[in-house]
């Protein structure tokens, strides 16, 4: 019979690597931001740019949440090796989906403001919410009871 803590190792190392790139690039995402706000830069700081703004703010905040995310799933996955139950596969690629399209959403949605590409990229953003809720509410159905 196969050690199931040996079985987990690749599904913990790839989510906390990602969580830690994750975290790398939304964060790094906000010290940029904070630099176009300190050089009062306009097409950022401007009043017709509150929606790219608030987009982008969106991004980083989403995109560092879904890296620590990654962080608590992979180091969980090593504390309690069931977690997720069978359906671990689904609950990765649900992370990593979400990962990728709800902050995405927000980062293109500043970035198209207007138009058909504006509505194509807020579109992605509750698709990843959906498979976020998928993911969290798979895990939170596998933790065991209390005795």
Known sequence: ????????????????????????CFLSLGFLLELLHGFK??????????????????AHAHGALLGMVHLAFGL????????????QPVVSTCLVGATVLLPGGFLLGGIWVE???????????????????????LVARSVPRPR
């Open 76 to 87: 969980s996955l090593q504390a309690a090796p069931s977690l997720g139950g069978n359906r």
């Open 1 to 24: 019979m196969a050690d199931s803590s040996h079985d987990q190792a690749p599904l913990t190392r790839t989510h906390v690597r990602l969580g830690w790139w994750s975290l790398a």
């Open 41 to 58: 830069i306009g097409f950022y700081l401007d009043v017709g740019n509150e929606h790219r703004r608030l987009m982008w703010t969106l």
């Open 115 to 137: 138009g058909q590409l504006a509505a194509l990229a807020f579109l992605l953003v509750p698709v990843g919410g959906a498979l976020l809720a998928t993911a969290i509410f």
